[in-house]
């Protein structure tokens, strides 16, 4: 990225910042001065074959910075981060104090097992950028800056080299011939679920069900299980952060079956009010769907506090964890709700593919959603026997290749470690909150403590399209919109914003080149 800033007035206050820190989170072993007491304790081999380092070890005290005597730059490296406020010593992160202070909130962070030095991320963002082919194209004349991830994310090699395998070596209709590529293609399905069972630690491969997206398992619960308990009178409990995906579903049934929709509340930074939205449970309560990182704000839920009260109140639980999935930990049986659902596209895999989870016993206890082959045991004329789960909610020929996709996802992410990416992206987030807050005329929509990933914003002056169209002849992909969320932009008093949403191959020069066309409208 060194003709990041060309032609751009950029931030001349960040400009060594910027260098510095690209310095900084590029250190490579290469790089590494023989010598040095300094030594990769753990290292390890990337998908290219490269080694990524996975911690430090400098002979020095536990926060000092490893290479401090090799690299001089890296004492005004903090000195510069520090004066931006975006870091602090290892013991004060902010991570580090949410996951103390909240422990019980955020169930994410107390299943972190290590807190790494931020300044010290453990893979290297210019060896993984190399892994996603997309970052090298141009666009406008510019290469491209993909700050677009909360809509959807980039596939690694890994991702697009596994489908192209799948169809030329194993692809096959699944679980009904005996031949031989019916059994690859099956092994490699069922394998992608195995992985999926593991990275959202779930208790069984029968707890995870394929189906298109976010979407359609929302649509797969609301019909289901929806249609199947859910009385007259019966009230559902969803909160203002919603996506429309968690929205529309539960109107659509509660027109059908005179349902009653109550909605939590948020404060003045995008943070649910949790008093609030415990006044609203009661015994009608038989359902709360919540998203666990909202799209439009990046706020993350309290989620641990919303699934225990709407339990105690006797509701089962639905958590949205589309946006949270790529960024953040995720532990089902830590969680607790009832259904987890996510899709592949916004974790690096392929489109058209997702994950619903439930609980086993709760799924077998659901009538299905669709009729066809696939689900069902026996079938005559007068009567079907279905399937138990997860077949009973695969009716059909499902995206056998997708998923099979994920499944390499997953294992790419599982590699980087997602508290490493989460890590990573939260000192992105908060350098570019300090950088953003400073252009004049600029406003952020969610200011919530616990954030992660996304900065959605209004620039006075401008239409959200304007600076969206000014990013984009640069080469930068933000979302301008509504990011079908509208009400809880209107909570703000906005129908739409500017929405850069990171990624772990996203940098600070990115970074500063978004700040830099922005701040340039203003001049
Ligand atoms: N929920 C949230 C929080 C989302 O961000 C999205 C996608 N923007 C969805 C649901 C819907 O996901 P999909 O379009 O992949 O079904």
């Not at 206050?13 to 007491?37: C, I, K, Q």
């Not at 056998?400 to 996709?405: F, H, L, N, Q, R």
Request: charged content about 20%; overall charge negative; hydrophobic content about 40%.
């Amino acid at each position: 990225m060194s003709d990041a800033t060309n032609g751009l007035q950029g931030l001349p206050d960040v400009h060594d910042l910027e260098r510095l820190a690209n310095e900084y989170f590029s250190a490579l072993p290469a790089s590494y001065t023989p010598g040095s007491t300094a030594k990769a304790e753990n290292s390890y081999q990337d998908f290219s074959g490269h080694e990524l380092i996975k911690s430090y070890s400098s002979g020095s005290s536990a926060h000092s910075l490893p290479f401090e005597s090799e690299r001089p730059f890296e004492r005004e490296l903090k000195n510069a981060l520090e004066a931006l406020s975006v870091t602090q010593p290892t013991s004060q992160l902010p991570l580090v104090h949410l996951a103390a202070a909240n422990e019980s909130f955020y169930y994410f962070s107390a299943g972190l097992q290590s807190i790494p030095d931020p300044l010290h991320p453990p893979f290297n963002v210019n060896l993984v950028r190399n892994d996603f082919p997309i970052l090298s194209e141009q666009v406008n004349g510019k290469l491209l800056v993909w700050l677009d991830n909360a809509a959807t994310t980039q596939k690694p090699r890994q991702v697009i080299e596994r489908l192209s395998h799948f169809y030329k070596h194993e692809n096959s209709n699944i679980h009904r011939a005996a031949h031989g590529l019916a059994a690859r293609a099956t092994d490699a399905y069922e394998e992608a679920r195995q992985k999926v069972q593991h990275f959202i630690h779930a208790r069984s491969p029968n707890e995870v069900v394929f189906v298109r997206g976010t979407t359609e398992a929302i649509n797969l619960v609301a019909n289901s299980w929806g249609e199947q308990y859910l009385q007259p009178g019966d009230e559902i409990v969803l909160t203002n952060l919603e996506h429309h995906a968690n929205i529309v579903p539960w109107q659509l049934l509660a027109k059908k079956k005179g349902l009653v929709i109550k909605v939590a509340p948020v404060d003045d930074s995008g943070q649910i009010l949790l008093d609030e939205y415990a006044r609203l449970l009661n015994p009608r309560t038989k359902l709360v769907a919540f998203t666990l990182v909202s799209n439009a704000l990046g706020t993350v839920t309290p989620a641990q506090q919303i699934v225990q009260l709407a339990h105690a109140a006797g509701a089962k639980v639905l958590a949205d964890g589309a946006q949270s999935v790529s960024h953040i930990r995720t532990d089902v049986q830590k969680l607790d709700a009832d259904w987890f659902v996510f899709s592949g596209h916004k974790i690096f895999g392929p489109t058209g593919i997702g994950v619903l989870y439930g609980k086993e016993d709760l799924l077998n206890s659901t009538q299905p959603y669709q009729g066809g082959g696939n689900m069902i045991q026996d079938v005559t004329f007068e009567h079907s026997e279905f399937h138990n789960t997860p077949s009973r909610f695969e009716a059909g020929t499902g995206n056998i290749a997708d998923a099979v996709g994920l499944g390499a996802a997953i294992d790419y992410v599982q590699k980087l470690g997602i508290d490493h990416i989460y890590q990573y992206e939260h000192f992105l987030l908060q350098y570019a909150t300090r950088k953003l807050e400073q252009i004049p005329g600029l406003r952020l929509i969610g200011t919530a403590t616990e954030k992660t990933s996304v900065l959605s914003f209004v620039l006075e002056g401008f239409t959200t399209v304007q600076v969206g169209e000014a990013l984009s002849k640069e080469g930068i992909a933000v979302r301008s919109g509504h990011h079908c969320a509208q009400p809880i932009l209107r909570r703000f008093g906005v129908e739409a914003t500017v929405r850069p949403s990171l990624a772990f191959y996203n940098t600070c020069a990115e970074i500063d080149l978004l700040v830099a066309v922005t701040s340039s409208l203003k001049r």
